[in-house]
Every structure is written in C-alpha cells, then in structure tokens.
C-alpha cells in the first residue's frame, strides 16, 4: 500500500516478522516498527531500534504459581526461588537471558501460546516469563508478579548499512512525522 503523505510503500506483517523482513539482505523492506520484546527475542537486544512514543502499556516479567508460593518457606517470594524449576515463555531466548545473567539455573520450556495455562498441563510448572499489561489474565490464574523485567516500548528499527542516502532522509523524515503524530 502506498502511503499518501510519504514516498513509502507500507506492508502490514506479523510483528514477530518484523525484525527478519528488515536484517535480511535479499528482503525490499528497509525499516519497521515492532515491539521491544520481539526485537529482544531476535537477537536485536532489549533497546534496539528507536522508541516511538507509541505507549505499548505492556511489560516483560516473571511470575511464579500458587503452587511455588506454597512450596516456598519465605513470606516473600524472588525470582532467585525459581532456581532448578520449569519457567514457561514464549520467549526463550529473553528468558535464557534473563536467568543466566543472574546466575539462576532453570528449565526454559517454550510454548507459543497462553503461558499462563500451561500450569494446568505441566505440574512442574512453577514460573512463568511472559508480557503483561493490566494483569487481569496473570490474577485470574493465580500468578504472582514477582518481578517486572522490562517495558515493552513500540520501536522502529532499519536496515542500517543498506539504506542509501536517499533512503536515510525519507526514514528520518518518516520517524520525525512519527513522533510529532504522538507527542
């Protein structure tokens, strides 16, 4: 679709496709907007990209279940008590990240839909690390937030190198009309 106000084409994707269609050499598409949680998830890192003032409301956290709250001896529950558990995400690069970085061995088990009801399927699901926005889904099933790790930000991001200068001043331009549209 061509866009009226600007030489651009636009094509709407999935978001998670975002981050291959803009690094891949053989691909048209020279920038994208996502969210900060699937660029992270690529291998793009947590603040890649540019922020938009796009508010997502959303952030990546851990939460453990009712029945690790139950297990647990302490009156407060860390994220450290998930050591040597099943943590469920659907994003396990972060969540590997994540836990590695701060020394806490865990299970990543991978799931692409509802996290939170996989403690129904798997016993041994004992934490969960996944986006939340009002935390309406993670209190009806019985999931305590016990640390948020991330906002989720919306993020444009661009093929860097590839672009010619031409291109480089339609983007800047696009991304300045971007942030006064939101300001």
């Known amino acids: 679709m061509r866009a009226s106000n600007a030489p651009v084409d636009l094509v709407v994707v999935r978001a998670s496709d975002v981050p291959r269609f803009v690094r891949d050499e053989r691909s048209r ?3 994208g907007i996502t969210g900060s949680d699937i660029l992270w998830e690529e291998g793009c890192g947590p603040d890649a990209g540019d922020e938009l003032p796009i508010s997502s409301g959303s952030t990546i956290f851990v939460g453990v279940t009712e029945r690790l709250r139950r297990n647990v001896r302490s009156q407060e529950i860390r994220i450290e008590d998930l ?4 943590v469920v995400t659907k994003f396990p690069n972060i969540t590997t990240e994540v836990f590695e970085g701060r020394g806490i061995a865990v299970e990543v088990f991978p799931t692409p839909g509802k996290t939170e009801a996989v403690q129904y399927v798997y016993p041994d699901c004992d934490g969960i690390l996944d986006v939340v926005s009002t935390g309406r889904t993670a209190k009806e099933n019985d999931l305590t ?3 948020n790790i991330l906002p989720v930000t919306v993020r444009l991001i661009d093929a860097g190198e590839q672009l010619t200068e031409r291109d480089q001043d339609i983007l ?4 300045s009309r971007m942030i006064k549209a939101y300001d």
């Open 83 to 86: 050591q040597n558990r099943m």
């Open 172 to 175: 800047d331009n696009f991304r």
């Open 145 to 147: 937030v016990v640390e």
């Open 29 to 31: 598409v020279q920038a």
